[in-house]
């Protein structure tokens, strides 16, 4: 399962990019209007600094200004994805850029329905959201297993990417489920290398290395 990170912050990229372990960023329009400035100042840093999928968001309504939008988006760079809405509109304009050979993310899915269209469509990714599921009482996780299921046995190519992950077991469950991709924010990701027995023990190690190299104590060679 790849990981990504959800965020437009460079500051954020750059320090997970530093791990070894990012594979792609996913953006949205809240994310970047975050940032402030220029969004595609923002967008094109980002492009630039990971060498992996970066999902930038159409925010045109009609199909025609939405594939216009993203036929621009994907000329940035060679490793922009195009983000659409799962609304009418995102997959007439999502078909026609898949259809030119530009990768598609079909975003804001909430169903498996939604999901069967996405990969109708030919998108390179489905964006299920289980985090925002969960807060309104529905199982976001048993939407991805649903989804994951759906596409091993219809032989969908898209990749599924769980998305809207709010916690570490979050993101372990969706690689057990068999997500192909989970995109996390930065606090999640950071979370990911935490364990209170790595820090405990490896305090403990460093404690005793230290002790080795202490010279001896004044007293060290008298015998009682
Ligand atoms: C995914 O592409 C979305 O940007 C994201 O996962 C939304 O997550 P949120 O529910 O934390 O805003």
Redesign the pocket.
């Known amino acids: 399962m790849r990981l990504f990170l ?1 965020t437009a912050s460079i500051d954020e990229i750059r320090e997970i990019n530093r791990w070894g372990v990012l594979s792609g960023v ?3 329009p ?2 970047v209007a975050k940032e402030g400035g220029d969004p595609e100042a923002v967008w094109k840093e980002i492009l630039a600094e990971v060498d992996g999928d970066i ?1 930038l968001e159409t925010t045109e309504l009609e199909a025609g200004p939405m594939y216009e939008q993203g036929q621009r988006l994907a000329g940035m760079a060679p490793n922009a994805v195009v ?1 659409v809405p799962m609304i009418p509109a995102g997959l007439e304009a999502g078909k026609r850029l898949a259809g030119e050979g530009i990768r598609v ?1 079909v ?1 804001l899915v909430f169903s498996a329905a939604q999901a069967i269209l996405a990969a109708e469509i030919g998108a390179y990714c489905v ?1 299920p ?1 289980l ?2 599921l969960d807060d309104v009482g529905s199982d976001g996780m048993k939407l991805l297993h649903d989804i994951c299921e759906i596409y091993a046995v219809q032989g969908y190519a898209s990749n599924v ?1 769980a ?4 916690h570490p077991m979050h993101v372990v469950e969706s690689a057990l489920a068999g997500a192909d991709i989970a ?3 930065y606090d999640v990701f950071t979370k990911l290398v935490k364990h209170p027995l790595t820090d405990s023990g490896l305090e403990r190690f460093l404690a005793d290395w230290r002790a080795l190299h202490e010279p001896p104590g004044p007293d060290a060679d008298q015998q009682p």
């Open positions: 959800d996913t953006t949205n809240s994310l999902s983000k993310n975003t964006s959201f985090g925002r990417l998305a809207s992950l709010r995109t996390m924010p």
